[in-house]
């Protein structure tokens, strides 16, 4: 199902780190993307985005987390994202894993030109991070 995964590997505490991807689906019934975000702390509870009918067999574009939500407490270093698409029938792509590191002062990168849609599939909620001390991802 996974065509094209692409993120930037470093960025700027603030800044937005975008998730781009493309998947395809012989049968054109793509219907969720999940996402599973997380921090050097812990892991979110899955996050669940619907596809419009447009991209259901053809899914391009990218997710945002904004890592100025994250604040609070002791800085994270590292993100973490996991992603899996899922057809009507319920089945599931192998999950992709993609991780940033947070640096000061890093400059993002977007992905080549022209492999991925320029369009918002939505953005990762921060508040499912939860606080404090724990297991990574």
Known sequence: MWDRVYAAT???PGDVW???FKGTDPDGDLRFVYAWAGTSFRPTTPFRFSIDIDQRGVVSGYLELH???LGGGIAPS???????????SGLRSEPMTLAAELYLGARYEGPPPGLFEERS???IPVETIPRGAGPGL
Not at 78 to 88: F, G, K, P, T
């Open 10 to 12: 470093q960025i700027s």
């Open 18 to 20: 975008r998730i781009y």
């Open 67 to 69: 890592t100025s939500q």
């Open 78 to 88: 590292s993100i973490r994202v996991q992603l899996a698409l899922e057809d009507l």
């Open 121 to 123: 599939l939505g953005r």
